[in-house]
């Protein structure tokens, strides 16, 4: 059973990083079969994935447009985890911050979600 | 906007069967599965349905997916009170390289 668990700060100050991690037990971050994603929530914005990590030989990245310039998800093999980095951070990214593995075209475990707020 | 449409909200009574419809284009739902999620307010979306009509599981073959061309539906029959959830639909998107989804659809259990 995959389980993902997530830590980091629920409140940032605006123009500073905003910082998760997601921990997995129960598959290896290097599964060649599955990729490791971010995924945000808000009412305003609905769902909107944001990232991904995936190892087919070598690690791989993909980021959306809307946050590509200011978006680094890594992964970290030695502790099996990812995590997402956000620089610059508005009001606007205050959102419930959820990660996931992506397997077989779909993302079919998530973490417990982790409301993080931008406000000074 | 979310890249993929959904109705706002739908409601039914106990017993009855629902259906949400979820629509996308050539670049998402037309070259891709659909997956449908369910969540509880306070909770992590649910993997429902999974390549467009495929359940996981443990969950109850009450709920059924399709897809045609572009759009896609979700059915719910015999629908029970702890139906009540928001319902959301995804897919790969090729043109955009990331996942896509749908504004979700509130589902009432009248």
């Known amino acids: 059973q995959v389980q993902l668990q997530q830590s980091g700060p629920g409140l940032v100050k605006p123009s500073q990083t905003l910082s998760l991690t997601c921990s997995i037990s129960?598959?290896?971050?290097?599964?060649?079969?599955?990729?490791w994603n971010w995924i945000r929530q808000s009412p305003s914005r609905g769902l909107e994935w944001l990232g991904r990590?995936?190892?087919?030989?070598?690690?791989?990245?993909d980021y959306a447009v809307s946050v590509k310039s200011r978006i680094t998800v890594n992964p970290d093999t030695s502790k099996n985890q990812f995590s997402l980095q956000l620089s610059s951070v508005t009001p606007e990214d205050t959102a419930v911050y959820y990660c996931?593995?992506?397997?077989?075209?779909?993302?079919?475990?998530w973490g417990q979600g982790t409301l993080v707020t931008v406000s000074s | 906007q979310s890249v993929l449409t959904q109705p706002p909200s739908a409601s039914g009574t106990p017993g009855q069967r629902v259906t949400i419809s979820c629509s996308g284009s050539?670049?998402?739902?037309?070259?891709?599965?659909v997956n449908w999620y369910q969540q509880l307010p306070g909770t992590a979306p649910k993997l429902l349905i999974y390549?467009?009509?495929h359940r996981p599981s443990g969950v109850p073959d009450r709920f059924s997916g399709s897809k045609s061309g572009t759009s896609a539906s979700l059915a719910i029959s015999g629908l029970q009170s702890e139906d009540e959830a928001d319902y959301y639909c995804?897919?790969?998107?090729?043109?955009?390289?990331?996942?896509?989804f749908g504004g979700g659809t509130k589902l009432t259990v009248l």
């Open positions: 996931t593995r992506g397997a077989s075209y779909n993302l079919d475990y």
């Open positions: 129960g598959d290896s971050i290097s599964n060649n079969n599955a990729a």
């Open positions: 990590t995936y190892y087919r030989s070598k690690w791989y990245n």
């Open positions: 050539s670049s998402n739902i037309g070259r891709d599965t």
């Open positions: 390549r467009n009509n």
């Open positions: 995804a897919a790969w998107d090729g043109s955009l390289n990331g996942w896509v």
